[in-house]
Nanobody, 120 residues
Framework: VQLQACGGGLVQAGGSLRLSCAAS????????MGWFRQAPGKEREFVAG????????YYADSVKGRFRISRDNAKNTVYLQMNSLKPEDTAVYYC??????????????WGQGTQVTVSS
């Protein structure tokens, strides 16, 4: 399995970015997907998760109401729309594929990460 994330960059506070993650190697529509982030000196944080069907979603409290996860199973791609960005959102963002159809389970494949930097 390969996961290729892109879309990061430098943005001012209050701005928006959309991350994309293209997957290959196994049947994308059978697995849940998630977005994680890790800032320097901090633990990795589970930001958002989406079930295989896209019906069940999860958001960390820190991003609820500002970020939206979605997926296009026809394109084998998961997205993270990030609005109203804050400096504390600065981190390397990773997409990951779950072992199962639920975002609640462990993730066994990870993308390479994309840097998001939010300036104040």
């Amino acid at each position: 399995v390969q996961l290729q994330a892109c879309g990061g960059g430098l943005v001012q506070a209050g701005g928006s970015l959309r991350l994309s993650c293209a997957a290959s190697g196994r049947t994308f529509s059978s697995y849940a997907m998630g977005w994680f982030r890790q800032a320097p000196g901090k633990e990795r944080e589970f930001v958002a998760g989406i079930s295989k069907s896209g019906i069940s979603l999860y958001y960390a409290d820190s991003v609820k109401g500002r970020f939206r996860i979605s997926r296009d199973n026809a394109k084998n791609t998961v997205y993270l729309q990030m609005n109203s960005l804050k400096p504390e959102d600065t981190a390397v963002y990773y997409c990951a594929q779950s072992r199962s159809s639920s975002w609640r389970n462990d993730y066994d494949y990870w993308g390479q990460g994309t840097q998001v930097t939010v300036s104040s």
